[in-house]
């Protein structure tokens, strides 16, 4: 069983940028409702894509300078990162098997 | 997945007010209820920061407050909730059969309440500025926005409120709305009116938005003139009126022609057995109270079918 993991601004380059493995990470935010709508879809991926790939949480309210960085103006905003560069971003909530078909076809 | 799908008395589609508001009636009904919700419970309303016209609260409660707290009185009754996409509803003789991402579900009575989201407006540069400076959720992303200039098309309820919730946060809101009075209730249009950082263009709608690589202009034209300006923002937030989501439902229930589900009185759908309930249902006037409403009415009448 693996879980989506929260992370620090701090443990962006470690966690997202040096990983062997493909990495999504989930821009949110409290106070973002449908953030809270995508939250449990993104754990059921992160089981389903357990071991393929990684998934982290980053809550943008503690990690403004990477957000900025990224150009995120929308969340939540789903950001598939490969050898360190994003290479897919979803903008809003979309059903699982939307997701899926996008993270087939980035990885 | 060739296992006999599993039954319930009644299967709720979408978990905003309307679904768990029939949970809440159709779990104290002793009837077996499974509500199928495709994120987290909660539906538009979760976009909202402030509910102030629901009956019941003399302070404002936040959206997902209001609903989560509905959603714990119906699991507290026994409504059963899960996580999937529901992809059509087959009619099996009296059963239904509620196809979803997660297997199939046969149902003795089914209620619609899979609700609405935000219309697109279908101009130049939306999709593409999407994420880049165009929004459909004021709540979620007015942060962003921090002493900017936006823009927000539209003149409904849902525009209004966001106008004034993104005076939090931006320098600047321009309002830009195709009439020259607004559709919002009387007292948004006064919250409105009395904020200096907002500006109404009247008669005006939006031509083309652009930028590099984010927003930095819309495009706008007086339909009365014809004269077009252009406005420079870093944001718009899309408020254009909401589209049913009942692309599952077509061939199933008689829809009308602007796709919402048509009902009667009983909110009682072509189909016996289907019921429909909110915002998903034709002339919705689209409150919480009365999508709450709608559920409570789907609800007994599902009962009443049930036990014939």
Redesign the interface.
């Known amino acids: 069983m693996s879980k989506p993991v929260e992370i620090e601004e701090t443990k962006f380059d470690e966690v997202v940028l040096q990983a062997e493995k493909p990495v999504l990470v989930d821009f949110w935010a409290p106070w973002c409702g449908p953030c809270r709508m995508v939250a449990p879809v993104v754990e059921e991926l992160a089981e389903d894509y357990d071991g393929r790939v990684a998934f982290v949480e980053v809550n943008v309210d503690n990690a403004p300078r990477i957000a900025s960085q990224y150009g995120i103006m929308s969340i939540p905003s789903l950001m598939l990162f490969k050898e360190g560069k994003p290479v897919d971003m979803i903008i809003g909530f979309r059903p699982k098997d939307e997701l899926k078909k996008s993270l087939d076809a980035a990885l | 997945m060739a296992k006999s799908p599993k039954k319930y008395d009644v299967v709720i589609v979408g978990g905003g007010p309307a679904g768990l508001s029939a949970g809440i009636y159709t779990a104290r009904a002793r009837l077996s209820s499974l509500l199928v919700e ?3 419970v ?1 539906g538009q309303i ?4 402030w509910v102030e016209n629901y009956p019941g609260f003399t302070e404002s409660i936040s ?2 407050d209001l609903t989560e707290a509905m959603h714990k009185q119906a699991t507290k009754f026994g409504l059963e909730t899960l ?1 999937a ?1 529901v992809t059509g509803i087959k009619i099996v003789g009296k059963q239904k059969v509620v196809q979803t ?1 997660q297997g199939d579900f046969t149902a003795k009575a089914v209620i619609i309440a899979s609700g609405s989201e935000r219309q697109k407006l279908g101009v130049p540069g939306e999709a593409v500025f ?4 165009v ?3 004021a ?3 007015g ?3 921090r002493d900017k200039a936006v823009a927000v098309v539209g003149g409904g309820n849902a525009a209004i409120t966001e106008a004034i919730e993104l005076t939090k946060f931006a320098s600047k809101i321009t309002v830009i709305h195709r009439r020259d009075e607004l559709r919002a209730t009387k007292i948004l249009q006064e919250k409105a009116f009395a904020e200096k950082k907002i500006e109404i263009l009247w008669d005006s709608v939006v031509e083309e938005i652009a930028g590099d ?2 927003v930095n202009k819309v495009t706008v034209m007086n339909v009365k003139t014809k004269k077009k300006t252009d406005l420079e923002v870093a ?1 718009v937030f899309m408020s254009v009126g909401f589209k049913p989501n009942t692309g599952y439902l077509k061939g199933i229930v008689k829809l009308d022609d602007i796709g919402t589900v048509i009902i009667n009185e009983k909110m009682e759908t072509s189909v016996p057995g289907i019921f429909a309930a909110g915002d998903i249902r034709s002339s919705s006037i689209r409150q919480i109270i009365a999508a709450a409403g709608d559920g409570a009415v789907a609800a007994i009448g599902a009962e009443k079918y049930i036990k014939g």
């Not at chain 2, 999407?130 to 400076?133: D, F, L, M, V």
Request: proline share 7%; aromatic share 14%; charged share 15%.
């Open positions: 495709r994120g987290a909660g979760i976009n909202t920061e959206g997902i996580v996409e991402s999407t994420g880049k400076g929004s459909y959720c709540t979620c992303d942060p962003f926005f690589p984010f944001g």
